[in-house]
């Protein structure tokens, strides 16, 4: 169904701005001419944050689902006029809607390319069958564009790269080339265009598939800042050693950033993921009732981590044919009626297959036992390769030549080791190898998925009448053996099978010999486990799974207030609740004007001073203006750091009249001639004799970290150490202080890039309760607090700040300013961007004062 509330804000590349009548006719024709990268902010701010009525043509839940590819199969009519079309069951895209139950009157809706090239004259139709036989919204690319984009940019660079090959040389992988990388953002940026002309924003929700489309929720998330994004990635994700060389790395972190959900195959790609986020962006997960989360820009992007699985039904259905039972017996004259064991491998023929590198092993199988030779054959269906260059020809080459060595060594007049099949076979066919073989070889060097080996031991298991065909009883227990690669996502979920590493041909070759030789009620074992697992997570469990978690994951987008900031592919979208705001230098400024007793609270490290600076003192324009401030007869002003006492004092000493708190207010004093007082009392400090020794361990293995010593805290610091390990460190040592200090008076505090331990009930909230009860002893009642933190512990203050305005300890008509740096969650209710523009506030209002000069408020 076509949205009809936002058909008027969709711009074609054409330059026209179609009706609605258009759009229900069918797609308008397609972007023809190849372009350059298109200008991400070409669309007006309104558009981007309309929200619309919810449309009378979408009365039930819809899931777009985008690829690369649509799942159809189109022919040429005999007679050269028109087209055929027909579902491919084989899609991924077509099963899992068959696997949806938790929502079964879910529509979905498909966009992608075709295999055929399609003559522009006949695109209209074509669209127009498309989306009323099949619910399809075909994405036409011209040739050039095409090729540039799948065979250039996809094949040649990102999927090398995702697959771990450096492009180390040109015939190694391909070398970044910018026309590519432009050809690849304007075919995403196609892809959203079209995807706009059918989505409902406020209901649908949008799953992307692949790394063809990586930089695609970008631009959905620029014109509709709250539309429901998952995305899928069904390849492997590098390691961030191998990620980070490519030079668009940031722009693809980003834009999969603006995906509400991402999911992966495997941990280890979840997990490389996430390193790379931190190491480049600096943004670290958190885990939450089993959820991983990333918090960016007060949006929480949540990781799924979950393998796709098989169609049960579809493999069903096609080992029940008959003419999978006559491929069967065929197979079974061929093969075990003339006493001969088969292995399967089933691979598409490209680098990363290791085909190569399995016949290898296979011929060492050969030499090391020759009992096997005349009996053991391997047949290798080798799917023609999705990409093209000289890489697959290399491949095919070598193999050829492979199989014939191995055949002319070890063949006898009626027996060839090793059966290469290069033609494109049919399912059924494929379904008939598996029965028959004894073992499945999946040796992959490198494999995002690889549902192979879950098609085997479904084939395996077969149905009655297939028990017939091999002359089994219906009591017989079935029986699967597997050698599979570590490096494929499937391996860590089939544990029965025996891993191994393609690399080493003699391990693999062993593996063989153990897959052949082991007995038979070991492998039913095998088989059985494998099988209750395939059967339990197919399809339909990971597409289920996945639409919950995105659901899950998008219900508070309406709660939030959402605009969008940054240029290009580093747009995103900020999230924040209702009353959430920026602080207006206007609104601030006037309050300040007309307001008589003012309590000012500031935050010193990440709030005056950026965290990443070097020279952590005051510049002589910080002081400059804390003097202005202090100076006003109506201001109390109140540093509140967790800095040592003595570098607060030698830094700050030209101010006369600050307040200062310091170690999270552990001491503070309201002017600098005053004494030093504790808001609590001063505990033993005994503890440190047991913490510094476990601190100093950690910064022995931990290359960049440091200890910082306080008269009332320890702060280990890992700051210039290794993200990742510092982290995962940090972690380690929070753990290990808790159980050593559990009976100590003391509470363990994780913070950014540090881990501190100091007196229980200590907090920067005590000191803004402290401040505000003084003030009210002396008879001064606050109409002007201005509280500025950046980090979690700076909440506390805002806590305080915020009570006190339903108390008494602020006058009735106070103006409240708590103000966090950057839009993140935050108990305040306003927020500025960095410490720059802190300065410039703050700056602003000693201005004001500076017009009024006087002596500071007595206390």
């Not at 989306?131 to 399809?136: H, M």
């Not at 709250?226 to 722009?251: A, D, M, N, Q």
């Not at 206007?586 to 500031?602: D, G, M, P």
Request: aromatic share 10%; proline share 5%; charged share 25%.
């Amino acid at each position: 169904m076509v949205s009809k509330s936002y058909s008027n804000l969709l711009e074609l590349a054409s330059g026209e701005s179609p009706s609605l009548g258009r759009i229900s006719r069918g797609i308008p024709r397609v972007v023809t001419a190849p372009g350059i990268v298109p200008d991400l902010d070409d669309s007006d701010d309104e558009a981007s944050n309309a929200s619309s009525e919810r449309s009378s043509l979408s009365p039930r839940d819809r899931t777009i689902i985008v690829a690369n590819q649509l799942p159809i199969r189109a022919q040429r009519r005999p007679e050269g006029r028109g087209w055929t079309f027909s579902l491919d069951k084989d899609s991924l895209l077509l099963q899992l809607k068959d696997g949806i139950s938790e929502h079964p009157d879910m529509e979905f809706v498909y966009v992608g390319c075709l295999h055929e090239e399609i003559p522009i004259s006949e695109q209209d139709e074509v669209s127009q069958t498309l989306l009323e036989t099949f619910k399809c919204v075909p994405v036409f690319l011209p040739a050039d564009l095409r090729s540039r984009f799948y065979h250039g940019f996809c094949k040649q660079q990102l999927w090398p790269l995702f697959h771990y090959m450096l492009p180390l040389s040109p015939d190694l992988g391909g070398r970044f080339d910018r026309n590519l990388w432009q050809a690849y953002v304007s075919v995403n940026k196609i892809f959203a265009d079209m995807i706009l002309e059918v989505i409902n924003p406020d209901d649908d929700f949008v799953w992307v598939h692949d790394y063809h489309l990586i930089v695609l929720p970008t631009f959905l998330r620029k014109r509709f800042n709250r539309v429901k994004l998952g995305f899928f990635l069904h390849s492997p994700f590098p390691s961030s050693e191998i990620y980070r060389t490519l030079p668009v790395r940031e722009e693809l972190l980003r834009a999969l950033l603006n995906s509400d959900l991402i999911g992966f195959h495997t941990f280890d790609y979840a997990r490389h993921f996430l390193s790379c986020c931190s190491r480049m962006l600096g943004l670290s997960y958190e885990s939450k009732r089993g959820y991983i989360g990333l918090e960016y820009y007060g949006r929480t992007v949540s990781i799924k981590i979950l393998p796709v699985g098989i169609h049960m039904g579809q493999l069903g259905s096609v080992l029940s044919l008959p003419e999978t039972e006559v491929k069967v017996a065929e197979l079974m004259k061929q093969f075990r009626d003339r006493g001969r064991v088969m292995l399967l491998g089933v691979d598409d023929m490209d680098i990363f297959k290791g085909i190569s590198l399995k016949l290898l092993a296979f011929e060492q199988l050969l030499m090391q036992h020759p009992e096997w030779r005349g009996r053991v054959v391997l047949v290798q269906i080798a799917n023609p390769a999705r990409g093209q260059g000289k890489d697959v020809k290399e491949v095919e080459a070598e193999s050829y030549a492979m199989v014939k060595r191995i055949n002319e060594a070890f063949g006898l007049p009626d027996y060839n080791p090793v059966i290469l099949i290069n033609k494109p076979l049919q399912f059924y066919e494929r379904m008939a190898y598996y029965v028959v073989a004894e073992c499945c070889l999946v040796t992959a060097v490198r494999d995002g998925m690889n549902l192979i080996p879950y098609e085997y031991i479904i084939a395996r298991h077969g149905n009655d009448k297939l028990d017939e065909v091999l002359g089994l009883s219906p009591s017989t227990l079935k029986k699967s053996m597997l050698v599979v690669s570590e490096f494929i996502g499937c391996s860590p979920s089939l544990s029965g099978a025996i891993r191994v590493n393609p690399w080493n041909t003699d391990a693999v070759a062993d593996a063989m010999d153990s897959a052949l030789e082991m007995a038979d009620a070991e492998k039913q074992l095998r088989h059985e486990k494998h099988h209750r697992y395939v059967i339990s997570h197919d399809v339909g469990y990971w597409a289920n799974s996945f639409l919950q978690d995105l659901e899950r994951t998008c219900k508070e987008h309406d709660r939030r207030r959402c605009w969008g900031i940054g240029f290009g592919l580093k747009f995103r979208v900020v999230a924040l609740d209702q009353n959430f705001r920026k602080l207006a230098m206007e609104h601030i400024v006037s309050a300040y004007r007309r307001t008589s007793t003012r309590a000012i609270l500031l935050d010193y490290d990440g709030t005056l001073m950026p965290q990443a600076s070097i020279d952590k003192s005051p510049s002589p324009k910080s002081i400059q203006i804390f003097n202005s401030l202090c100076r006003d007869k109506n201001n109390l002003v109140f540093l509140v750091s967790a800095r040592k006492r003595s570098s607060l004092s030698d830094w700050f000493s030209p101010c006369e009249n600050l307040g200062m708190a310091a170690e999270h207010g552990y001491y503070f004093r309201l002017r600098r001639d005053a004494e030093w007082e504790t808001c609590v009392t001063v505990a033993d400090r005994s503890w440190k004799q047991i913490a510094e020794p476990v601190m100093r361990l950690y910064t022995e293995t931990t290359d960049g970290s440091t200890i910082e010593n306080k008269e009332t805290a320890l702060v280990w610091c890992y700051e210039d150490a290794d993200p990742d390990f510092g982290s995962c460190q940090a972690k380690e040592l929070f753990d290990h202080l808790e159980s050593v200090l559990a009976n100590e008076p003391v509470s363990v505090k994780s913070g950014p890039n540090n881990v501190e331990v100091k007196p229980q009930g200590v907090s920067k909230g005590l000191v803004a309760q402290r401040l505000l009860s003084t003030m009210k002893e002396r008879g001064l009642s606050p109409d002007f607090v201005l509280c500025i933190g950046d980090d979690r512990s700076d909440e506390d203050m805002f806590e305080v700040i915020m009570t006190a305005m339903s108390g008494s300890a602020l006058s009735p008509t106070a103006e409240v300013f708590a103000c966090t740096v950057g839009r993140k969650p935050s108990k305040a209710k306003y927020y500025l961007d960095d410490t720059a523009e802190i300065v410039r506030l703050l700056q602003g209002l000693a201005s004001v004062s500076d017009q009024s000069p006087g002596s500071s408020v007595p206390l």
